[in-house]
């Protein structure tokens, strides 16, 4: 199993940016797949997830700003994050969840800057 994200890098508040998660090694149309960050010092959390059958949960936090999709065809989640804060500075993670696995990726640094 493996998941490479891709898509981090520095913006200033209020701008933009669309994460990718490439996953391989797993039945990808049928796993419920997530993005968790981790700010420096502290603990790893959820940030949204989308089910098989395309179900959304977000994070408060980030509810109305960021958004989680899938495009099974290409094995790839996304998450598309608009009007970003300092606070959304973090390491993002990719996880895939299946009957047999729980994958994560290597991360990938967004940093806001204000």
């Known amino acids: 199993v493996q998941l490479v994200e891709s898509g981090g890098g520095l913006v200033q508040a209020g701008g933009s940016l669309r994460l990718s998660c490439a996953a391989s090694?797993?039945?990808?149309?049928?796993?419920?797949l997530g993005w968790y960050r981790q700010p420096p010092g502290k603990q790893r959390k959820l940030v949204a997830i989308?089910?098989?059958?395309?179900?959304?949960n977000y994070a408060d936090s980030v509810k109305g700003r960021f958004t989680i999709s899938r495009d099974n065809a290409k094995n790839t989640v996304y998450l598309q994050m608009n009007s970003l804060k300092p606070e959304d500075t973090a390491v993002y993670y990719c996880?895939?969840?299946?009957?047999?696995?729980?994958?994560w990726g290597q991360g990938t640094q967004v940093t806001v800057s204000s």
């Open positions: 996880n895939a969840k299946g009957w047999s696995y729980n994958a």
């Open positions: 090694g797993i039945i990808f149309s049928i796993s419920t």
């Open positions: 989308i089910t098989s059958d395309g179900t959304t």
